[in-house]
């Protein structure tokens, strides 16, 4: 099956600076989305995003499909952009999607 | 008005036992999935039903029966509770199945089994 890596594991920031998060994947796939999963749990659709760019205010992503990878921006960070970001990865027939390890945020005041 | 709610939101129970989780969705979605998050937060699909047919069934222990009554519901029956069956799970939604279809995911229910 597909395989999806995330990197870093693990970032700390302080508020106000950029960050770049990274998923690398096995297989090409037609659908691709970044999640945010907030200290109190709740799963967030950022984007959709199986190629291109995509902008949403503070946050951006690009998928380069045909390198099987995709990236995460988020500028001028807050400590509301604190949790997890998972990539997830698949689709086919069925929609089926396969989450990566993802990445902990930890954003400072 | 949530799009997609599940209850409860935290369910401990005694091994051994059998226990249900409900979700419902008002998004008009065709298709409603089950997910589990470890303890180490890794995601994994569990089921999928698209408009009330089974579609998607991971190698998940039989011990687990989802059922959907309608497109807008997808309930979770779990029987003999193990203690491994501690996780927090996911309902999720999306309008279909065809390519590029987003998630929706409930705000989850943290079971423990003690």
Redesign the interface.
């Known amino acids: 099956g597909i395989q999806v890596e995330q990197s870093p594991p693990d970032l700390i920031l302080q508020e106000g600076a950029n960050s770049t998060l990274r998923c690398n994947f096995s297989d090409s796939v037609n659908n691709l989305q970044w999640f945010h999963q907030n200290p109190w749990g709740q799963l967030i659709n950022l984007f959709y995003i199986p190629s291109g760019t995509k902008q949403n205010g503070r946050l951006s992503a690009t998928t380069v499909a045909t390198e099987r990878y995709s990236l995460l921006y988020i500028s001028s960070s807050q400590t509301t952009d604190s949790g997890v970001y998972f990539c997830a990865v698949g689709g086919g027939a069925t929609n089926k999607l396969i989450f990566g390890t993802g990445t902990l945020l930890a954003v400072q005041p | 008005d949530t799009a997609v709610s599940q209850t409860p939101k935290y369910l401990v129970t005694q091994m051994g036992n059998d226990k249900s989780i409900k979700c419902e969705q008002n998004l008009g979605h065709d298709?409603m999935y089950w997910y589990k998050q470890d303890s180490?937060?890794?995601?994994?699909?569990m089921f999928?039903y698209?408009n009330k047919e089974l579609?998607?069934n991971e190698t998940v222990p039989n011990r687990f029966s989802p059922k959907s009554p309608d497109k807008a519901h997808l309930n979770l029956h779990i029987n003999s509770l193990e203690l491994g069956d501690s996780a927090?799970y996911?309902c999720?939604s999306?309008l279909?199945?065809?390519?590029?279809?987003?998630?929706?995911?409930g705000?989850?229910t943290?079971l423990s089994v003690l």
Do not use: D, H, P, W
Request: glycine share 10%.
């Open positions: 298709t180490k937060k890794f995601l994994k699909i999928s698209n579609i998607i927090v996911f999720a999306s279909g199945t065809s390519r590029g279809e987003k998630l929706f995911f705000s989850g943290q």
